[in-house]
C-alpha cells in the first residue's frame, strides 16, 4: 500500500491603501495592461454589469462575516484588511474544486445558489471595472499564480484563471525556498509600489503552486484637508487611556446620517476616481454594537440615509497595517476542507492530492495630507448660517472604502489606536 502524496498550495493576500491629500502625477497605463482592456460587446457587458451586482452583494455580506471573525480574534488591535482581495482569491479555487470542497467554498463566499456562469462573469466584471486605466486614482486589482517548473496544471484551469480574474502564471523554482522567496517578495513589493514588502519569510516544504492576491489603491480627498490646521490632539482608547496624535481638521459640507438602532454617526468622505470613504463613529462604549451589527443590509440603509450639511471634521493622521491567517478566519467561516489532504481540487492538477497549507492575507492604510502643498489652490464652500454639526474622530471607528461604480466593499478597517 503506498501512501499518498500531497501537493501544497499557499494564498498570499496583500492590499495597500494611501489616502493622499495632494495632486499625485499619474504614470501612464503600460501596454500590457492596457491589452486588457478591449471593447466589448454591449449585450455581453450588460449581463456581465448584471451579475456583478449580485456578486458585490454577496461579497458585501462576506466582507462583513470576515470583519467579525477576525475582529473576535485581534479584540481591541487595529484591524485592516481587503475583502475583495480575499473573496477573489478564495473564489478562484471554485474552478478547481468539486464536490465537498466545491460546496464548502461556495457557502463561506455567500455564493451558494448563485449559478456558476454568474459567479464568474460577476468576478470578471468587477475586475475588469476596478482595473480601467482611465480612472482618476492608482487602482490595481489583481491575482497572481506561481507554479513549481515541474507541476503540471490543468490547461482549462489556467486559461479560466486568466481569461476571468485576469491572472498572471509565473512559473519559479519553489524547491529552491530562498530564491522563490526573493523573487515572490520583489514581485508583491513591485506591485504594491513598495508599501508592502517581505510578505512571506518562509515557504512550507513541498510547495508546488502559490496564489498571491494584491490589490493597490492610492486616492486624493476630494475635499483636501489643510496641514497647516494639523495639530496634537487627544485620542481615547478602549482602556480609557489617551494617547497624543496628529488631528487633521477640516470644515465644510458632508453627507452624513445617526444610526439610533446602533447608537453611531456615519460620515462620507469622497475620494477622487469615484471612490467614497465611509467612517462610523460610534457612540462611547457602542463599538461592539455597531460590529456586530454589521451587513449588507445596514450598509445600504446608512448609504440611502445620509444627508448633506456644514459638519466639521477631526480626523487622525496614520499609517497601520494587518497581517491575518486565513486559514483561522476562513475555519471560522465553515471552511475546513481545503487545508487538509482530502480536498478535492484535482481540477488544478492531476497529479497528486492538493491542500491549502498557507493563506496569508496582508494589508497597509495610510492616511495623510502628503503633496498638499503641490495641490495649488483649493476650491472654496459656501456654507449656510448654521451652527456645523463637530464629528471628532478621537476614539475608536470603523472605515470602509468603496467603489461607486460597481459598489465593491475594497477595504474594511477599525482604528484602535493611530499612533
Request: proline letters at 5%; one cysteine or more; glycine letters at 6%.
Amino acid at each position: 500500500m503506498t501512501m499518498k502524496s500531497t501537493l501544497i498550495l499557499g494564498l498570499l493576500f496583500a492590499g495597500c491603501f494611501l489616502a493622499i491629500n495632494g495632486l499625485q502625477q499619474q504614470k501612464p497605463p503600460d501596454k500590457n495592461h492596457q491589452g486588457t482592456h478591449q471593447a466589448r460587446h454591449p449585450l455581453q457587458e450588460s449581463e456581465e454589469r448584471r451579475a456583478g451586482k449580485q456578486i458585490v452583494g454577496r461579497n458585501t455580506e462576506f466582507a462583513c462575516k470576515m470583519y467579525q471573525e477576525i475582529t473576535q480574534k485581534s479584540k481591541d488591535e487595529n484591524l485592516f484588511f481587503s475583502p475583495l482581495s480575499a473573496s477573489t482569491g478564495f473564489s478562484m479555487l471554485t474552478l478547481g474544486a468539486k464536490d465537498y470542497t466545491l460546496s464548502q467554498l461556495s457557502e463561506s463566499l455567500n455564493l451558494r445558489n448563485v449559478p456558476t456562469k454568474s459567479i464568474y462573469e460577476g468576478f470578471h466584471y468587477i475586475i475588469h471595472s476596478l482595473n480601467k486605466p482611465d480612472r482618476d486614482l492608482k487602482l490595481h486589482l489583481g491575482n497572481t499564480l506561481f507554479i513549481e517548473d515541474q507541476l503540471t496544471v490543468q490547461k482549462r484551469f489556467l486559461n479560466d484563471v486568466k481569461s476571468i480574474y485576469e491572472t498572471e502564471a509565473i512559473p519559479v523554482d519553489l524547491k529552491d525556498p530562498q530564491k522563490a522567496i526573493t523573487q515572490i517578495n520583489d514581485y508583491v513589493s513591485q506591485k504594491t509600489h513598495g508599501k508592502i514588502n517581505h510578505l512571506i519569510k518562509n515557504l512550507d516544504q513541498g510547495m508546488m503552486l502559490l496564489l498571491i492576491g494584491h490589490i493597490y489603491f492610492q486616492a486624493e480627498w476630494e475635499k483636501k484637508f489643510n496641514p497647516k490646521d494639523t495639530k496634537e490632539d487627544d485620542f481615547f482608547l478602549i482602556n480609557g487611556k489617551s494617547v497624543k496624535v496628529p488631528m487633521m481638521y477640516r470644515g465644510g459640507k458632508y453627507k452624513t446620517a445617526y444610526d439610533d438602532q446602533l447608537c453611531c454617526t456615519i460620515l462620507e468622505i469622497p475620494f477622487t476616481g469615484n471612490m467614497t470613504g465611509l467612517f462610523i463613529l460610534p457612540d462611547k462604549g457602542k463599538l461592539k454594537r455597531v460590529e456586530e451589527g454589521l451587513n449588507k443590509n445596514k450598509l445600504t440603509q446608512w448609504r440611502q440615509s445620509l444627508k448633506c450639511s456644514p459638519v466639521d471634521v477631526s480626523m487622525p493622521k496614520f499609517t497601520i497595517s494587518g497581517t491575518y491567517d486565513m486559514k483561522k478566519c476562513l475555519s471560522g467561516l465553515g471552511v475546513t476542507r481545503i487545508f487538509d489532504g482530502s480536498a478535492e481540487l484535482t481540477k488544478i492538477s492531476p497529479q497528486k492530492t492538493l491542500k491549502v497549507s498557507q493563506a496569508i492575507h496582508r494589508a497597509v492604510l495610510k492616511m495623510d495630507e502628503k503633496g498638499a502643498e503641490a495641490a495649488g489652490g483649493t476650491g472654496i464652500e459656501t456654507l449656510p448660517m448654521t451652527i456645523p454639526q463637530v464629528l471628532k474622530f478621537n476614539q475608536p471607528f470603523v472605515m470602509m472604502v468603496i467603489d461607486n461604480i460597481t459598489q465593491s466593499l475594497l477595504f474594511m478597517g477599525k482604528i484602535m489606536n493611530p499612533k
